[in-house]
């Protein structure tokens, strides 16, 4: 598989060396200081990322791999989306900004903050991060007077979206995502913490699907329940209390349910998704998501597998 | 402060008489732990607006109280309303001493068209105000309407599990410096008013929690939606009330939906504990209590928006 056009996340714990040999040329990382790790842990950092694995935090390292990766004509963008910011995070970012503007070929940028700041600099290299949430061609008019040089597409996007979008603004570079890993929520709009494995209620979205209970809506004619005189106070209780509704859908529930193996690695999905994105010139990064690094080995394994539509990112 | 009603689809509006009266006597001995959680947040919440009713300079029946209505769906682009629905709702309203505003949620590229009647729609009827919810719509609306930023655009983590537990990889320090970072928002930089000042937006929506809002009181000047009783932990296109009706689809309903949710709700395994829910697409806690500060509800240009039900 040729991995020139994809885009990975790199951190401390990558063998860089390998990535390169096998034919990586576009990166992205986040960096979190060591003194803004002992006031606010990793949870909470500069960039999307929770834990310190998934992130640099030695200077040497990082400008070890970035030497690396110049050398090999690499590319490689430093990653300021924090999906939320304030005047605290915000400082956090300028340090971080400043530390290493000279160094890449772009910074990743998911907030409005660091959005307005790095363009009153004028700087020229902002990447727009899925995190902004385009999921239509408007979204993507917005923000087109920053001039930024790439626009990094939506993970829970349809292809026919995405085409699109993408055929309206061929003039725009655009990533979009080989696969979630894992993701399944709309990231955009999802505001729950990550990272603290201690809670052993996991991500929400994996909690979600595992421990929902069906129940009857509320129903907004209730107050006729209240006031009807010819119910029994126990009737009137029995058809305001929770019903469960779980027996009405018993038959979906079970282990391969698509919704609890979602965005899983299906080869064949993954090779009929780059032919589609092979089309539109303007895909300039096919993004494999930080923690999806891991999978790339399976992504060379020689054999091959049906299309199965749950294990799949698109709906091909 | 003003009192508005925010209301996600037209039977609310047909049974507002109802919802704005508590009927406490009626209510009050049927609360178990049996009873649905939804009639519960409703009759906690109109409780704690009757009890603060002070932050409106406004005794009176809440009916006569509330300045107007906030409609739409503001979750799902699947619940968008008929431009019927949505003149039938404006009825409710039609008169000088309300003020009728219509709520988009976040809108994809599939669900476009439908959002532009519905906007045609909106100036046939004269509305001026308009909440968006993604970049998308604000670049639609903005130049037609007077725009108000939504519960999307205040964005920040808003925590399922932490506040039931704590965790053991964060010393208390680190937590309570966590807990300062997450009721910081981005429009406590000037840069930023600036900015949306700059395209005539204002007002910004901001969930009942207690976040720094001493913004609100620097130039340039922004007005507060304080949205109440649900702050809004996650609503994605994967819906899992969708998904558990039907394994052949995508994991998210993509142009259409058959909008189960207007019939099903979701709690899940520890909702009692950790006080999450699902409706629509949306996981949520509710934040009964209303502690808002003397310079929120003091400025007559700030509005509590109550989803009632």
């Known amino acids: ?316 | 402060m003003k009192l508005y009603i925010k209301a996600n689809d037209i039977h609310t509006l047909k049974n507002l008489d109802e919802l704005l009266q508590a009927h406490a006597s009626r209510f009050e001995p049927l609360i178990s732990p049996a009873m649905h959680p939804k009639y519960k947040h409703y009759y906690y919440a109109i409780k704690e607006i009757q009890n603060n009713q002070h932050y409106f300079y406004d005794e009176r029946e809440l009916k006569k109280v509330i300045k107007g209505v906030y409609f739409g769906n503001s979750y799902c682009e699947h619940l968008l309303p008929s431009p019927l629905d949505i003149a039938k709702a404006y009825s409710y309203f039609n008169d000088t001493h309300h003020n009728f505003v219509f709520v988009f949620p976040p809108i994809g590229e599939h669900k476009m068209k439908e959002a532009k009647e519905i906007l045609e729609e909106l100036k046939r009827l004269e509305v001026k105000e308009v909440v968006v919810n993604d970049f998308g719509m604000l670049q639609l609306v903005k130049e037609d309407f007077k725009v108000i930023l939504g519960v999307n655009f205040t964005k920040t983590i808003k925590n399922a599990f932490l506040d039931a537990k704590e965790p053991l990889e964060v010393s208390s320090k680190q937590l309570a410096n966590q807990k300062k970072l997450t009721t910081h928002l981005e429009f406590e930089i000037d840069f930023v008013r600036e900015f949306y000042k700059s395209m005539g937006v204002s007002r910004v929506s901001i969930e009942n929690k207690p976040y720094d809002m001493s913004f609100l009181n620097k130039k340039p000047l922004f007005y507060a939606d304080i949205y109440y009783p649900n702050s809004t932990i996650s609503h994605s296109r994967a819906c899992d009330i969708a998904g558990i009706y039907n394994d052949k689809q995508t994991y998210f309903p993509a142009k259409t939906c058959q909008k189960h949710c207007t019939k099903t709700s979701l709690e899940f395994e520890h909702s009692k504990v950790l006080s999450l829910y699902q409706e629509y697409n949306t996981i949520y806690k509710p934040h009964l209590r209303l502690e808002l500060p003397e310079s929120v509800y003091k400025n007559k240009r700030n509005r509590l928006v109550w989803e009632v039900f």
Do not use: W
């Open chain 1, 1 to 316: 598989m040729n991995f020139s056009k994809c885009i990975i996340g790199i951190s401390q714990q990558n063998d860089i060396d390998e990535l390169l040999r096998l034919g990586f040329r576009q990166f992205y990382f986040g960096y979190i200081d060591k003194r803004y790790i002992e006031s606010y842990a990793t949870q909470i950092s500069p960039n999307r990322r929770y834990r310190l694995k998934e992130q640099y935090s030695s200077i040497e390292k990082i400008t070890q791999d970035i030497t690396k990766i110049q050398q090999h004509g690499g590319t490689l963008y430093l990653a300021l989306n924090a999906f939320f910011t304030n005047g605290i995070i915000l400082e956090e970012i300028k340090r971080n900004f400043t530390l290493f503007a000279d160094k890449v070929d772009g910074m990743i940028v998911a907030n409005m903050p660091t959005l307005l700041y790095l363009h009153s600099l004028g700087y020229d290299k902002i990447v727009l991060s899925n995190l902004f949430g385009f999921y239509s061609k408007a979204a993507v008019a917005f923000f087109l007077q920053f001039s930024p040089v790439k626009i990094i597409l939506p993970r829970d996007i349809t292809i026919e979206e995405l085409e699109s979008i993408v055929s309206h603004y061929k003039e725009v570079q655009f990533e979009a995502f080989l696969f979630g890993d894992n993701c399944r929520f709309s990231e955009a709009f999802c505001f729950s913490e990550h990272g603290y494995d201690s809670l052993e209620f996991g991500s929400l979205c994996g909690y979600a699907i595992n421990s929902k209970k069906s129940i009857e809506k509320a129903d907004v004619h209730f107050k006729h329940t209240l006031k009807n005189p010819k119910l029994t106070q126990e009737q009137k209780a029995a058809q305001l209390k929770t019903i469960s509704t779980n027996e009405n859908y018993q038959t979906f529930d079970k282990e391969d349910n698509p919704y609890k193996i979602f965005h899983k690695l299906n080869k064949t999905a993954i090779l009929k998704t780059i032919e589609i994105f092979q089309k539109h010139p303007n895909i300039v990064s096919y993004k494999i998501p930080s923690r999806g690094r891991e999978f790339v080995k399976f992504l060379l394994h020689d054999e091959s597998e049906p299309y199965n539509y749950k294990e799949s990112q698109y709906d091909l």
